[in-house]
């Protein structure tokens, strides 16, 4: 494909506004949907959610310009993913310096289904298009001017193909913020992330904001997205804070009718409205199912999940969610495994996330955090997925044990971190169980008989 020229050129947004096909579905993706549409559009949300809540585990995908600077600015490192805002810099500066080190390889997003395949997850969710607005899909907003067209790709594209090859799930992360687009307000909450340099450039260039015509390109994107490459499960959206949310800053309301015309069975998160993923002290009762489908805790672990309430925690394996070459803080394979027991007996799921570099290729580190998850879900799969949280198991002292029931009653229980088979002793509404275990394998699982 050839490189796209770098002067702006925006589209009518009054073409936009009208909702107008753009560009054709690659008929190769069109027609690949697990469910037929017909059969989608008549689902009850419980139906629509079923997949999600047996899958349990997926992969997110960070992958973007900033893949490339690999948490380094001109020599100084910072951030990752936000290290434009960190660097200070406008999006003709930032791209200057990004987009000469995006070299994705032939064949590398199809390394990801691979891994994501041999790891046990079930679904994925990359990222479309981060904060810094670079869209790893082709647009016909701003003729892709800001996209990985620039390169001659449609990540997205062969993400969609690979991925569904290997039976998985398909999501996608959509930023609602996007700091290259010169109608987006960020104004509307001043304490929102937004790179001094771009509202630099803004203010001297005399060019307003239009939060009205920014909602028009949001939506033109989300409908590009929702058209063009068959049945998309998931949509990822992030994020909203204080009054940059719901329908003031994005048309949420429109943004989900959209949504649900276009893929009648598709399932979203609830950040189109203000909500802090990272306030672990987050109590969340009653949730209104009309604000999203599940909830999106980031880095944490509620403790005691979110009862009546679908969610997800989302997690990195190293410190950093986009590449960065000073990210060595990997976590072990068990810590994560247990990470991934702690929310399937709390009743949600781990999206644990893959940080590609410029070139594609993933983190051996991270690599191999994810192959023995997969290595372990081979032996103890059977206590995940398709699983629901179990209560009721104590240890000798009264703890809590976290536990999860099959669909065919079957009961399994999870070693405590650091507690020793030898002795060890279950509890069920204080009478005692039998239990055995279910392979010799690290974060053993025990299979629980329940007393009569």
């Not at 380094?72 to 200070?88: C, D, T």
């Not at 879900?377 to 198991?393: C, H």
């Not at 009264?398 to 507690?419: C, H, I, N, S």
């Amino acid at each position: 494909m050839k490189k796209l020229p770098l002067l702006l050129s925006i589209l009518s947004f009054a073409c936009i506004a009208a909702g107008t096909k753009l560009f054709a579905a690659d008929e190769n993706l069109a027609g690949t949907a697990p469910e037929a549409a017909g059969t989608r559009s008549s689902m009850s949300r419980d139906e629509k959610m079923a997949w999600w809540r047996d899958a349990k585990f997926g992969m997110f995908i960070h992958y973007g310009l900033y893949s490339g600077l690999a948490g380094e600015w001109r020599g100084v490192p910072m951030g990752s993913e936000w290290i434009q805002r960190y660097a200070k810099v406008d999006t003709e500066t930032y791209m200057s310096e990004a987009l000469p080190l995006f070299k994705p390889k032939k064949n590398c997003v199809q390394s990801w289904a691979a891994l994501a395949k041999k790891a046990g997850c079930r679904y994925a969710v990359l990222t479309t298009k981060h904060h810094e607005g670079f869209a790893l899909f082709e647009t016909e907003q701003e003729d892709g001017y800001f996209s990985a067209a620039q390169v001659g790709r449609d990540l997205v594209k062969e993400y969609v193909t690979a991925f569904r090859k290997e039976g998985i799930r398909i999501g996608f992360y959509h930023s609602l913020l996007d700091w290259h687009q010169k109608n987006y307000d960020w104004t509307i909450n001043p304490d929102l992330a937004y790179p001094e340099g771009q509202a630099t450039m803004l203010t001297q260039k005399f060019i307003p904001r239009n939060q009205e015509a920014y909602k028009r390109y949001l939506a033109a994107q989300v409908r590009e997205l929702l058209s063009n490459y068959g049945q998309v499960d998931v949509i990822w959206w992030d994020y909203s804070q204080d009054r940059a949310s719901g329908d003031l800053a994005w048309g949420a309301s429109d943004l989900i009718k959209l949504c649900r015309e276009l893929q009648p069975g598709i399932i979203m998160n609830n950040r189109l409205f203000s909500y802090s993923g990272l306030d672990s002290s987050a109590v969340i009762e009653n949730f209104d199912t009309k604000y999203g489908d599940f909830v999106t805790p980031e880095r944490h672990i509620p403790a005691s999940g979110y009862p009546g309430t679908d969610w997800e925690s989302c997690m990195t394996v190293g410190d950093k969610w986009g590449y960065n070459r000073y990210d060595k803080n990997i976590k072990s394979p068990e810590t994560v495994i247990y990470k991934l027991q702690e929310c399937v007996a709390k009743g949600g799921n781990l999206l644990l996330n893959i940080n590609p570099r410029a070139d594609g290729s993933v983190p051996a580190a991270v690599e191999k955090v994810f192959v023995k998850i997969g290595e372990w879900l081979d032996v103890n799969g059977n206590a995940i997925y398709g699983t629901q949280a179990f209560f009721g198991l104590t240890d000798a002292a009264g703890t809590p044990v976290w536990a999860t029931r099959q669909k065919d009653g079957r009961v399994y229980a999870f070693l405590p971190e650091g507690a020793s088979l030898e002795n060890f002793a279950l509890n069920y509404n204080g009478v005692p169980a039998t239990f055995h275990l279910l392979a010799e394998t690290v974060c053993p699982v025990l299979v629980v008989e329940l007393p009569q």
